[in-house]
């Protein structure tokens, strides 16, 4: 039995490789090193403990399992089309090919099981730490003595290049400050990457390190043998108060004969040749893409998948029957569905806004917003790096998330990912994809930098985050250019599927709040003001969830007749843009004034509305203190902007050197229209 045991889990890692070397090839494109290192890694873990159903991939309950190393993608397409999910071997032979189901790096949504898109290193680790948190938030939500409806495990595999990769230290961090006992990694420890050898420029102990962060730390183990995989996985599994980091050495490219411990098996195909020989190494005398029956038939998890989930079934109707509310509550979070309130909270914040009419920054008026929100939105989970004091991220609703004596969650919903911006980014991220709550997070709008491929990522995967990016402009004034934010709103907009606002108000800031929760399928970017700004007189709120619309006519300022211009303002410069419209109309001169608050969902509207906001034949004017290059687009005849670094100094003394002033706004509109010459400054 014992020699049958190792034959059937020799056969099953190397049809992994089988698989992974044949696709790679097909391709000719693609990294077969890693999958074949860990294949029998995968086979402990897929085979002997992995909690999931191929007929389910969305199982509540399910084990989450991460690739953060995704370049090595065919391991975890070999492994779901093994188990029995909805992925054919002709979807492997397609590997890599326009619209398959097996791109060059894991993408969720695209292939079923895929948790979590990677490929960026470090990100799915980093993604992985916000699956486990929101699993252990989510168990001391909804838990109740004899009714666990939430205890997984979070799986991820990562090599060298994701520990080398910063955001792993930000995370990892977090997550032995978190106590994730959960969380469970394996490192493939085979010391080569893209360059070779890594030993002259990557010499961590790794094991300190963890052990520094609070991490439970097994092996180093062999990574061949599936039996000490097994049991390290077993003993990380009895961790009570940390993540567990096992370390398995291995080699890169197990098999080949000639590329095994070598770079060259990292990033490219074996070869025809060398395939043939690798064939014969490991006594595989199969096609390739062909897969034994009894190979198959190791593999197959359907039965065992659809055991698991049955009995969690029994346990959650039992938990339903006791806890009714509760279970409701739990399958409407989980499905991304807003509470039945959720309308008419929004509606009845944007009345007291608009009724108040309050001067306040908008950092403040989003405070204001995310106090009705957190309120009625239980699963609103906020956040800052560490800079809550600043961003105003923090409501009555939202305690400071910390930890009971027994490591539970107390059960805040406020986190304080400390001076972390690219890790609280990517761990929103995973928060989102475990389902349950809607993550949100602040920091400076300068500081997104640090955030923006998380950024991205959310963008692609098309995932609710939420972004809160204060301190928006030369208005913060003294710290000075190295925290004034002059290209930041301008590149974060060319983002696809990010939609990213600039309210000028309340009101403006209530409706981008009431947007931001309300889009299950993009992620959000409120950039907000340090700076006071005076409400912004309306008739009408509800064209304002549409980006951009007419905010005032020449008529509210006691003109008649129609426009000769339009001027565009979005966010701070709204009453610059106002005031300018006063002023030009003590001249006879009658403009409309147009608040952007999000370009992006004004891009998405029907012609017909654009063109009702913006007519042709009037000259446009955009006004906001930012790069000037993203407004022409509009047909802009000229754009009050800063395209240069900004200073140390009060803000006032700021906008007047700038020129964001209501009278630089107004001579800029008399050039447009021609009855003014441009002003040209005398240097000195």
């Known amino acids: 039995m014992a020699d049958t045991a190792a034959r059937n889990t020799t056969l099953m890692a190397n049809a992994i490789r089988a698989l992974a070397m044949d696709a790679v090839q097909q391709a000719n494109s693609g990294h077969p090193g890693a999958p074949m290192g860990m294949a029998e890694i995968a086979v402990a873990l897929w085979n002997r403990h992995l909690r999931h159903n191929p007929a389910n991939p969305q199982w509540a309950d399910r084990d989450r399992f991460v690739l953060s190393n995704g370049h090595g993608s065919m391991l975890i397409y070999a492994l779901l089309h093994l188990t029995g999910y909805a992925l054919p071997i002709e979807e492997l032979k397609a590997f890599r090919q326009l619209h398959s189901k097996t791109p060059g790096h894991p993408e969720v949504g695209i292939t079923p099981g895929v948790e979590t898109t990677t490929g960026p290193l470090g990100q799915g680790i980093t993604n992985a730490v916000g699956l486990a948190l929101a699993e252990k938030m989510l168990a001391k939500e909804f838990n109740r003595e ?145 897969i034994p029956q009894e190979v198959y038939a190791d593999w197959d998890a359907k039965a065992t998948g659809a055991t698991l989930e049955a009995a969690w079934d029994e346990r959650f109707d039992a938990y339903a029957t006791a806890h009714p509310a509760l279970a409701a509550e739990f399958q409407r979070r989980m499905a991304g569905v807003l509470p039945a309130n959720f309308a008419q909270t929004a509606v009845d914040a944007v009345i007291a806004a608009h009724g108040k009419a309050e001067t306040v920054a908008s950092r403040k008026a989003s405070q204001l917003a995310l106090e ?186 006691g003109m008649k007749g129609k426009a000769r211009a339009v001027i565009i303002a979005t966010g701070s410069e709204v009453q610059l843009a106002l005031r300018a419209q006063e002023l030009l109309a003590l001249d006879g001169i009658g403009v409309r004034v147009v608040s952007m608050p999000s370009t992006n969902v004004f891009d998405r509207q029907d012609a017909a509305y654009k063109k009702a906001v913006l007519p042709a034949g009037l000259p446009r004017i955009a006004v906001e203190m930012g790069v000037t290059d993203g407004w022409w687009k509009y047909g802009c005849a000229a754009v009050v902007g800063i395209d240069t670094y900004g200073e140390s100094a009060p803000a006032p003394v700021l906008f007047k050197h700038f020129g964001f002033t209501a009278e630089n706004v107004v001579d800029t509109v008399k050039v447009a229209l021609g009855v003014a010459k441009l002003k040209v400054k005398k240097s000195k």
């Open 372 to 557: 009705a929100f957190t309120a009625a939105v239980p699963e609103l989970l906020g956040g800052s790096a560490d800079l809550t004091g600043s961003n105003l991220t923090n409501t009555k609703s939202t305690p400071a998330f910390r930890l009971e004596a027994d490591g539970s969650s107390n059960g805040g919903r406020h986190i304080n990912y400390g001076v972390r911006e690219f890790g609280m980014a990517a761990i929103m991220n995973g928060v989102a994809l475990h389902g349950g709550y809607i993550p949100y997070g602040g920091t400076f709008l300068t500081f997104s930098d640090y955030s923006r491929n998380a950024i991205r990522m959310a963008a692609l995967m098309k995932q609710r985050v939420i972004h809160v990016f204060t301190h928006d402009s030369i208005g913060l004034g003294e710290d000075g250019p190295t925290h004034q934010s002059i290209e930041h709103v301008a590149s974060l907009r060319l983002i696809p599927g990010l939609d990213v606002w600039r309210p000028a108000d309340t009101t403006e800031t209530v409706v981008a709040w009431t947007m931001a929760i309300g889009n299950a399928q993009r992620p959000s970017v409120l950039a907000l003001s340090r700076q006071n700004l005076p409400y912004a007189p309306k008739t009408a709120v509800d064209d304002i969830a549409k980006g951009g619309y007419v905010l005032a006519e020449p008529k509210e300022v």
């Open 146 to 290: 004899g009714h666990d409806i939430v205890g997984h495990h979070t799986y991820a595999f990562l090599g060298d290049g994701c520990l080398m990769e910063g955001i792993s230290h930000e995370a990892c961090a977090l997550a032995g400050a978190w106590k994730l006992n959960k969380l469970i990694a394996i490192y493939d420890d085979n010391g080569i990457s893209i360059d070779g050898q890594v030993a002259p420029w990557f010499i961590d102990n790794t094991a300190q390190r963890f052990e520094a962060y609070g991490w439970n730390v097994i092996g180093p183990v062999d990574g061949h043998d599936v039996e000490s995989v097994d049991t390290a996985i077993s003993l990380a599994k009895m961790s009570t108060d940390m993540p567990t980091l096992i370390i398995a050495k291995t080699t890169i490219g197990k098999g080949s004969p000639n590329r095994a411990g070598t770079a060259k098996a990292h990033g490219e195909a074996l070869g025809g040749e060398e395939i043939k020989l690798t064939r014969e190494a490991l006594g595989w005398a199969h096609e390739p893409f062909v």
